[in-house]
């Protein structure tokens, strides 16, 4: 039934809250669980650990970076109405492609990245052709891509490890921003970085907010506006903190934060991005408004296949070599974040942001459940109850 | 006659909402009866009170069916009964058979082993009821939908149907198909079968319906024997004004031509050497409406939709010129910015993006119209958005409202504003007021007179002759992808354009 609110009406806390129930319960649930780790963690009787320690926090995003990284490309190719399995084969097959070319034939770093996020977008748009204009569905294409580039992988490597990396390609992943001031503890370049990222959150915020009123668009409460970005602020000065006192802020996250904002601002506020959502909920109506659906689908799988050639990199950096195995199942991972953070099956919906925080669920939860010493079999059972629930949330609270 | 259905102060509320009030409906036995009412007065959900969809116990008042009080856990309980409901969205397997078709659910089978040449043998004789001579091993997909819409009663005849209740079984189907279906109906009452028919066709209504009952916002107004009453009535008891013209009144200022086509031709997609459009030449001119008419599936959305950007067909040939210019229509965002739009005739599938907000739908032809280098402003998209809202006077509760949660006839809103923000000359609307009740359409038609008002040009395609001849200044008359002719508004009578499309059977026969 028809909601009853006036649109110009002001609507309650709780209203607003309910409104938009999806996004704060995802943080919500994201805290909850951080706190319950933490706790938890706190009172393991023979020695307690520090879940949020600066070396475990600096770790949840090292291991995590890349399942974000392709998360959200994923949510562009889920949104779309697509999915792409073939990610994981990928990553493994750039990290081959990485370890050939600087390990074997030592070409230096500078020219291979780019090499290798070339080769990357060469597969997306392999792939995304037979999608986009031939029909095939994306799931027997990247199916099948999935095994063409596992097996790749393989020849290139002739099933051994290759490495190890020079120190460039490694900062890739483990590298950090060095302290431009020279403190070095706490590093204040990192520190400066973080208040720089929080001040602009708060301050764009606070423009689309004014900017809303100015058309008249009842903006969310004001103390819930100032409640949500303090909580913000705190949670990424603590993280920062932490980060500072350690080793700094390691290139991936600044990466990592880089293409979230940029994800963010493409799906939300530009025409090309609102036109995947519109081809995702109803293509043949995208269509017949002048949308070129065909090359969208194809530009969302040559932009995954980029980020997932990134994602390799990553992870043979951080490994130090590459291996035939890289990356196996990193895909089930993606895709479940991308669900986790609020994506529709059917294609159409699901945020940037929710994404993020559905990835970071999932690394919270293997990072902490390892630390616990819980094994491999229950952490599975775990996830695979928690992507559950989290779906039927969501179908629930679209059926209410 | 005795009563077979009683519905006595039938109330319904949903959360805020009170979709029916004490609502009344007497059902005779062996009668036609029909439910009128504008979309979203209430007659689903009373259909859906009766059949258990709603169960026993989610609303106020009693049913008193075949003398006894009717307590229904589910649709189950009510088949049980033999009250049997078609929806208007039908509820076949596409890939199945008939026969499957027929007895799903309801299989022919002893343990779960299915009795296939006794299935046959019964889908046979249940066809030869509802007059089809399809091979029960047919697949459903493969028929029209008036033979489809056939099937479903053929399905509820295999339940032992007693009470049969129609959700608009017409709306989409053309003239004949629907005759056929009305005969069928006629014929099920002479072998005593209770039916209970919703429609927005009044014409159908007053000529099989034995009694209707109108239903406005959740109340039942009336209950009126057929013989007592005039289209004009039923209007009147609908919208709960009189409607002394179904159509708004307009004098037309034509200018010069503002879209010609010349030697239009197009072929199948698929099936080789199966012309669908030929040789087509039509104009439009500044301030007029052009009405197409002729029966379904004689090529009228095939031609708007090759077109609109080649959105059809294949080895299309043919020039188009906007005001005397040759222009190139070869893609959507070509034919856009010629200066064309495109209402299509199924607004769901084709028209609108369902779970998005108005604001998107409307924005979603023109985004450069709200943007700045490929950036959107939310303010400014949601000012246009209420723009429409009010131009178009779009009953929501803000514009952040999902379309699927509007009526038919405010999506249609929705959808000639997206287009409307595309600022075209020429905009070619196909069947805008299918399954749009009467109110609405009196809505769009005022729409469609602001429009040639404004110095556009509107080509509108349409099966309802009436509504044709009520608005447009000319009308086409197509068959078989051929314009069979052309009439002014004086010329034009139903008569007139039925001959027209008669003289091609006739000259095909000889």
Redesign the interface.
């Known amino acids: 039934?028809?909601?009853?609110?006036?649109?110009g009406g002001g609507k309650g806390i709780g209203a607003h809250l309910g409104g938009h129930l999806r996004e704060n319960g995802m943080l919500m649930a994201l805290v909850a669980i951080v706190l319950f780790f933490y706790v938890i963690l706190q009172t393991v009787p023979q020695n307690p650990v520090d879940f949020l320690s600066a070396q475990n926090i600096t770790n949840l995003f090292l291991q995590n970076s890349y399942v974000i990284i392709m998360a959200l490309g994923m949510l562009l190719v889920i949104v779309a109405g697509h999915i792409d399995l073939s990610i994981g084969s990928v990553v493994g097959f750039t990290g081959a492609v990485a370890a050939v070319l600087t390990v074997n034939m030592g070409l230096p770093v500078y020219a291979v990245i780019p090499v290798c996020l070339l080769i990357g977008a060469c597969i997306g748009a392999a792939q995304g052709y037979w999608i986009a204009y031939w029909r095939i569905p994306s799931f027997i294409v990247t199916l099948a891509g999935m095994l063409v580039f596992r097996g790749l992988t393989l020849w290139l490597l002739n099933g051994q490890n290759v490495g190890p990396f020079p120190k460039t390609f490694q900062s890739l992943s483990t590298g950090f921003i060095p302290d431009a001031f020279g403190v070095d503890k706490p590093n204040v370049t990192a520190l400066v970085i973080i208040a720089v990222a929080a001040a602009i959150v708060v301050w764009l915020g606070w423009r689309a907010r004014s900017?809303?009123q100015?058309?008249?668009?009842t903006p969310e409460p004001m103390a819930m506006f100032v409640a949500r970005n303090i909580v913000v602020t705190a949670a990424l000065m603590f993280v920062g903190y932490k980060l500072a006192t350690f080793r700094g802020l390691p290139n991936v996250v600044v990466v990592l934060g880089l293409l979230t904002v940029l994800y963010a601002f493409f799906t939300e506020?530009?025409?090309?991005g609102?036109?995947v959502?519109?081809l995702g909920?109803?293509e043949?109506?995208?269509?017949?408004?002048?949308?070129?659906t065909d090359r969208l689908v194809f530009l969302t799988f040559v932009n995954m296949g980029v980020l997932a050639s990134l994602a390799g990199m990553i992870v043979a950096a951080r490994l130090n070599s590459s291996t035939p195995k890289a990356g196996v199942g990193f895909e089930l991972d993606v895709i479940a974040a991308v669900f986790i953070g609020g994506a529709s099956m059917t294609g159409?919906?699901g945020k940037i942001i929710g994404v993020v925080v559905g990835a970071l669920i999932m690394g919270v939860m293997n990072n902490g459940m390892s630390i616990l010493g819980i094994g491999i079999d229950y952490q599975q059972v775990i996830k695979g109850l928690v992507l559950l629930a989290a779906v039927i949330f969501d179908v629930y609270n679209k059926n209410k | 006659m005795a009563t077979l259905l009683e519905m006595r102060g039938i109330t319904k509320v949903f959360p805020g909402v009170k979709a029916l009030d004490h609502v009344n409906l007497t059902v005779e036995q062996g009668e036609i009866h029909a439910i009128c009412g504008e979309n979203g007065a209430g007659k689903s959900t009373l259909m859906k009170v009766l059949s258990g969809v709603y169960p026993h116990g989610s609303y106020e008042g009693e049913i008193i069916y075949d003398g006894a009080p009717l307590h229904c856990r589910g649709i189950r309980d009510s088949e049980a009964k033999g009250i049997i409901i078609i929806h208007q969205e039908l509820a076949l397997v596409p890939l199945l058979s008939i026969a499957e078709n027929l007895f799903l659910g309801n299989e022919v089978a002893k343990r779960g082993v299915i009795n296939w040449p006794e299935c046959f043998q019964k889908t046979e004789s249940l066809l030869k009821k509802v007059g089809l001579s399809e091979a029960p091993t047919t697949q459903v997909g493969k028929l029209g939908v008036g033979k489809q819409q056939l099937i479903e009663i053929a399905k509820a005849l295999a339940k032992d149907v007693r009470l049969l209740i129609l959700d608009e079984p017409t709306a989409a189907l053309q003239e004949n198909d629907s005759q056929k279906l009305l005969d069928l109906l006629l014929e099920l009452k002479r072998q005593g079968i209770t039916s209970i028919l919703i429609s927005h066709k009044l014409n159908e209504i007053s000529r099989v319906a034995d009694r209707i009952t109108i239903i406005r916002d959740g109340t039942s107004v009336s209950t009126l024997t057929t013989d007592a009453i005039s289209e004009e009535r039923i209007i009147r008891d609908m919208v709960g004004r009189d409607m002394a013209h179904r159509y708004p009144d307009r004098t037309p200022k034509l200018g010069e031509v503002l879209m010609e086509v010349e030697g239009w031709n197009v072929w199948h997609p698929e099936q080789t050497g199966r012309q669908m459009i030929k040789d087509v030449s039509i104009n439009v001119r500044k301030g007029e409406i052009v009405g197409i008419a002729g029966l379904m599936g004689t090529g009228r959305t095939e031609l708007a939709m090759s077109l609109f950007g080649h959105s059809y067909g294949r080895n299309i040939s043919g020039r188009v010129k906007m005001g005397g210019k040759a222009v190139d229509t070869s893609t959507v965002t070509r034919a856009i910015a010629a200066g064309l739009a495109y209402v299509t005739e199924d607004r769901k599938q084709l028209g609108l993006v369902l779970e998005e907000p108005i604001v998107k739908n409307i924005t979603l032809a023109n985004l450069a119209g709200v943007a700045t280098r490929s950036v959107i402003s939310r303010g400014r998209e949601q000012q246009v958005a209420e723009e429409y809202r009010r131009a178009m006077s779009i009953r929501t509760p803000s514009v952040f409202q999902k379309v699927v949660n509007l009526s038919g006839g405010n999506q249609q809103k929705v959808v000639l504003s997206k287009w409307l923000f595309t600022d075209p000359q020429v905009l070619i609307l196909d069947e805008p007021t299918r399954g749009i009740d009467v109110g609405a359409k009196f809505e769009i038609y005022t729409i469609m007179n602001d429009l040639v008002a404004q110095g556009r040009g509107v080509v509108m395609i349409s099966s309802e002759m009436p509504e044709l001849l009520g608005m447009c200044d000319r009308i086409y008359v197509m068959n078989e992808g051929r314009i069979m002719g052309e009439l002014t508004k004086a010329e034009a009578s139903q008569e007139r354009i039925m001959a027209l499309i008669l003289k091609n059977e006739t000259t095909k026969v000889a």
């Not at chain 1, 039934?1 to 649109?7: D, G, R, V």
Request: hydrophobic share 30%; glycine share 12%; proline share 0%.
């Open positions: 039934m028809a909601e009853t609110t006036a649109a900017r809303d100015e058309f008249g668009i506020s530009t025409t090309t609102r036109r959502y519109a909920g109803n043949k109506a995208a269509k017949l408004s002048g949308i070129n159409g919906s």
